[in-house]
């Protein structure tokens, strides 16, 4: 965001005031919301980190929210702000950005929380974090959206720009979408990730604490070669789909790999800890596996990609990714699944998953393949016998 760098707003006060304190779940919420602004930190392992550490069970709750709410709603927050500012295109102080982000989601989205509290809470964050000239800024822009009245007004023929930004997601992620999937579609992809997402569903098991569509794409992968006697999980942490993967196959001979050590390493202490001896891990990229591995008759790829299909659960993506990820992300699968191809027995089989809306990397990826048979997937989703009407 980008604000008054000189406005005489800014300045020390000719006499500091002292501190008043802030409560102890905003400070957290706030110190994470800077640690993803300024490191390529996810908020899902700060939420689980030092930060929070010492939270009461309520805080960390209210840290939570606040947390994943101002990051996902972030672009939209920054639409009402923005205006607000005498001079839109000066530089902001991320601190200063922070906090005037976290008093306007809880204006706009905390119901629960006062005005007052809002305001008065993020004015001492800036103090706290030693901007306290900043603090008259954010009490002025935070009051002015308080007050701000504002009368949705939708043209008839809306730009993509004038949509993305009600609707909280890059301009170029939006454009991309409303080409693939059309208007009413992108509209619901964008309604989806603005929000906490619905618990899972599909599986009313608390086998496996993971969400629907990881624990789907695992029973697929198990359910498309159930007489698998050696399967190869090549992208495999943190190891949720393993796990399940393992207890669905337990005939079966299993190497998990992940091209990060720390991620292996992590992967592995859960396995040793879940099902002992069961799974081999190595670290190793999935387009280099040594041959000396041999050959599986079942490999899941559950690719790195951009993620755009979990922005609900991972906000700070749309903040982060770049159009030109994509293709990136895109050449890389390309190079995993074929690979892959060469480590597999005859009559083996492949399940080649993302969590990407992106066509570039599901559909285009497995297109390019030659002497491949696509197998289709509704047979398998039939086997699984989801709840009614969720087969589809
Ligand atoms: C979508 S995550 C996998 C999630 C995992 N299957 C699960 O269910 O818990 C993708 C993983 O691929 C790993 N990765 C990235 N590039 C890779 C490569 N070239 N070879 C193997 N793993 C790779 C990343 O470190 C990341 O852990």
């Known amino acids: 965001m980008s604000a008054l760098a000189n406005d005489p707003r800014h300045r020390r006060p000719a006499f500091p005031q002292p501190l008043k304190p802030v409560s102890p779940a905003r400070w957290a919420a706030f110190r994470v919301l800077e640690a993803v602004e300024n490191s390529d930190s996810h908020s899902d392992d700060l939420l689980h980190g030092p930060l929070l550490a010492k939270l009461t069970p309520q805080d960390t709750a209210l840290a939570n929210a606040l947390v994943m709410g101002t990051l996902r709603q972030q672009l939209a927050l920054e639409d009402r702000l923005i205006p607000l500012l005498a001079r839109p295109d000066a530089p902001m102080l991320s601190p200063v950005a922070n906090a005037l982000r976290l008093g306007a989601f809880q204006l706009l989205h905390m119901d629960r929380v006062p005005a007052h509290a809002a305001i008065s809470e993020s004015v001492e964050l800036v103090r706290h974090a030693g901007h306290p000239g900043a603090a008259g800024l954010v009490n002025a822009l935070l009051r002015k959206l308080s007050t701000e009245i504002v009368t949705p007004r939708r043209p008839l023929v809306e730009s993509i720009d004038a949509m993305a930004a009600r609707l909280g997601h890059p301009a170029w992620l939006v454009k991309r979408w409303v080409d693939t999937y059309g208007k009413a579609a992108t509209e619901t992809i964008c309604a989806y990730d603005l929000v906490e997402p619905p618990a899972g569903e599909l599986f009313p098991d608390a086998a496996f604490p993971m969400d629907d569509g990881s624990r789907l794409v695992a029973e697929l992968t198990a359910a ?20 399940v993967l393992a207890n669905r196959l337990p005939e079966a001979k299993f190497l998990a790999t992940d091209a990060s050590p720390k991620r292996r ?20 990229d999935a387009a280099k596996l040594p041959t000396t591995e041999g050959r599986f008759d079942l490999i899941l790829i559950d690719a790195p990609c951009s993620g755009t299909g979990t922005l609900a659960r991972n906000p700070e993506i749309k903040l982060r990714l770049a159009a030109e990820d994509i293709a990136r992300q895109s050449a890389r699968q390309r190079e995993i699944l074929l690979a892959a191809l060469h480590r597999l027995e005859p009559g083996g089989r492949i399940v080649y998953s993302t969590c990407s809306l992106e066509p570039e990397e599901n559909e285009r990826v497995v297109g390019s393949l030659r002497d491949v048979k696509i197998v289709p997937v509704a047979p398998l989703l039939m086997q699984l016998k989801l709840p009614a009407g969720r087969t589809s």
Do not use: I, M, N, Y
């Open 224 to 243: 498309a070669k159930p007489e698998a006697k050696s399967v190869w999980d090549a992208c495999a942490a943190p190891g949720g789909k393993t796990l």
């Open 265 to 284: 390493e992590r992967l592995a202490d859960r396995l040793d800890r879940e099902l002992p001896g069961r799974v081999r891990t190595r670290t190793a």
